[in-house]
């Protein structure tokens, strides 16, 4: 059983739409990042939380530390919003990899 | 601007070709460094650990001696796939801790003919 977990793996929405995307982890964290790689491949970090929420323009991400759980959520979706998003947990050592889910991938259909 | 420059972005070469990817931190001084790679459609896959002026750790199945990492200095880590076949085209990227949040470079894509 992999330790982060996310659902659901393939989502497609209509533009416009409020979509949700969860991550449940099984280990010990010291923070949970959102991560969005495109089809070229590239990575970007969306969010490093370890607690509450945060917000940037139309991105949302929540943690939930007793229960384990995060979400991702994105508000007036748009076709540029396709792309994969990568739920990770990360420890407090900067020496340790991130634990990766499998990914999300989104498809925001025009 | 990018924190993490991963060179080259792709490269086609044909079977029993070395190839070299490099890693560089732009921002940070990195004493380790990850090395992930990505099958198409698949998630991440850590291969190695990049510890500077020492040896890398390797996960469970990846040959040390085909992926050779070398991490010389505080702002540069090399993977260096030895004679390559076919089985090894994928994606590779590498990724860097610092300041408080996790880095990556935009990946090098290797197709072996």
């Known amino acids: 059983k992999n330790e982060v977990e996310q659902s659901p793996q393939n989502l497609t929405a209509q533009e416009g739409e409020f979509i949700t995307i969860n991550c449940s982890y099984s280990?010990?964290?010291?923070?949970l990042h959102w991560l969005q790689q495109h089809p070229g491949g590239g990575i970007v970090s969306l969010f490093m939380?370890?607690?509450g929420k945060k917000k940037h323009g139309r991105l949302i991400a929540t943690i939930n530390i007793q229960e384990k759980h995060s979400s991702l959520h994105i508000t007036a979706s748009h076709p540029r919003d396709s792309a994969v998003y990568i739920c990770?947990?990360?420890?407090?050592?900067?020496?340790?990899?991130?634990?990766f889910g499998k990914g999300t991938r989104l498809s925001v259909i025009a | 601007g990018a924190v993490v420059s991963q060179h080259p972005s792709r490269v086609i070469c044909k079977s029993g070709t070395s190839v070299k990817i490099e890693c560089r931190s732009l921002?940070?001084?990195?004493?380790?460094m990850f090395w992930y790679r990505q099958f198409p459609k698949k998630s991440l896959m850590l291969m190695a650990t990049s510890n500077e002026g020492s040896k890398a750790t390797y996960e469970q199945g990846v040959e040390k001696d085909k992926f050779l990492i070398n991490h010389a200095s505080l702002t540069l880590s090399t993977l260096t796939v030895t004679s390559a076949h076919p089985e090894d085209s994928s994606f590779y990227i590498c990724?860097?801790?610092?300041?408080?949040?996790?880095?990556f470079g935009d990946g090098t894509r290797l197709s072996i003919l």
């Open positions: 280990v010990g964290i010291s923070a």
């Open positions: 990724s860097v801790r610092g300041g408080g949040a996790q880095h």
């Open positions: 921002d940070f001084q990195a004493t380790t």
């Open positions: 939380l370890s607690s």
């Open positions: 990770a947990a990360s420890s407090n050592s900067g020496n340790t990899p991130l634990v």
